[in-house]
């Protein structure tokens, strides 16, 4: 097998270069980096391109600056200005990137590739909110604003306990009302050392209020939960649901778009979701996907219509090669098909 794209460690250091040929002892290697999954060069589908929403160095270095932030904070330690403004530039990166490709439908799969769910997952988070804020229309001040926030939106859960933060089973009534504080102990936190906007603040506050209330921790509704709440509280969910944790394995994307969709005027406001639908690339190109008629293939192309039933390259039927050949599955002689598995 034939590394197709360059894979880097959580220093942000390459640690295998694309065009790598692998072996029993680099793939221990690989293992060791806690990876779970890399792009493959294979002839069947050498014309399909390797589209990344952002890179894998501006994404570890991303991570490591929130990480620096949180492990301050978890050891009662301050936080210098210089890293709230370092994650200022990072964001501000990000949102250059994502408005440069702003057609480009969201590859939230590539960034699941290390084994800090924490970090990753805010990185994840602001990628997706300012993915949304793009398709939405907001300007470049704006969408910097929301990318912060969305960064930080966990910070409040340093002051959680962490008994109660890493529990594996269920939380109790009296465990999870402490749960329920982290969103106004983050907005508290950076209100009171001057970190971020006043929108970003707004957004770390509001991320888990309901659209039609009953969320936490002012019970606000519709418009009067703050634009970036309802954007980040989308992307938080997209996320988290579709993550593998200690104590569940990771929805399929399609399931959770579906949970994102059925919460829609409940949940979540009724036009983001909208957006959203049409922004998110649940099976992004390249990934390899297991069909519900037996067969196997690679994501080909991606529709805004139809963000669940992509195009796909066939190459395998169970576990025999097959001479490739392309099922759309917007095509509507394939909508029975579903996809059921597939590597991320």
Avoid: W
Wanted: net charge negative.
């Amino acid at each position: 097998m034939v590394v197709a794209s360059d894979l880097f460690g959580d220093r942000g250091e390459l640690v295998l270069p694309r065009k790598t040929v692998l072996d029993i002892e680099l793939i221990h290697k690989i293992h060791k980096f806690k990876c779970n999954g890399l792009f493959i060069e294979e002839e069947q589908i050498q014309s399909i391109p390797i589209i990344k929403t952002i890179d894998s160095s501006l994404r570890t270095k991303t991570v490591n600056g929130i990480k620096e932030i949180f492990i301050c904070k978890e050891n009662n330690q301050p936080v210098q200005k210089e890293q709230f403004t370092e994650m200022e530039d990072q964001v501000e990166t990000i949102v250059d990137v994502i408005l440069k490709n702003k057609e480009m439908m969201l590859n939230m799969v590539d960034l699941k590739v290390f084994d800090d769910y924490t970090y990753f997952h805010s990185v994840n988070v602001a990628v997706l909110s300012i993915g949304l804020g793009t398709a939405m229309g907001l300007d470049k001040a704006d969408l910097c604003n929301l990318g912060f926030g969305a960064l930080l939106h966990d910070i409040g859960k340093v002051f959680v306990p962490k008994d109660i933060l890493h529990k594996k089973g269920p939380l109790t009534d009296v465990e999870f009302s402490e749960m329920k504080k982290h969103s106004f102990l983050g907005f508290e936190y950076l209100a009171s050392e001057y970190v971020g906007s006043v929108g970003a603040q707004a957004g770390i506050l509001d991320h888990h209020e309901k659209f039609s209330g009953g969320g936490y921790p002012n019970n606000a509704k519709g418009d009067k939960i703050s634009l970036y709440g309802r954007i980040i509280s989308i992307a938080d969910v997209y996320d988290a649901l579709t993550s593998d944790r200690p104590y569940r394995k990771g929805l399929l994307p399609s399931e959770a778009i579906e949970y994102i969709m059925g919460g829609t005027g409940n949940l979540f406001d009724p036009d983001l979701v909208r957006v959203f639908v049409r922004k998110i690339a649940p099976y992004p190109v390249g990934t390899t996907v297991k069909l519900s008629n037996g067969l196997s293939g690679i994501v080909t192309d991606n529709f805004e219509s139809f963000c669940m039933r992509p195009n796909i390259r066939i190459f395998k039927h169970g576990n025999y090669e097959i001479k490739p050949f392309d099922i759309c599955l917007a095509d509507r002689h394939a909508l029975n098909i579903t996809v059921v598995d597939y590597s991320k």
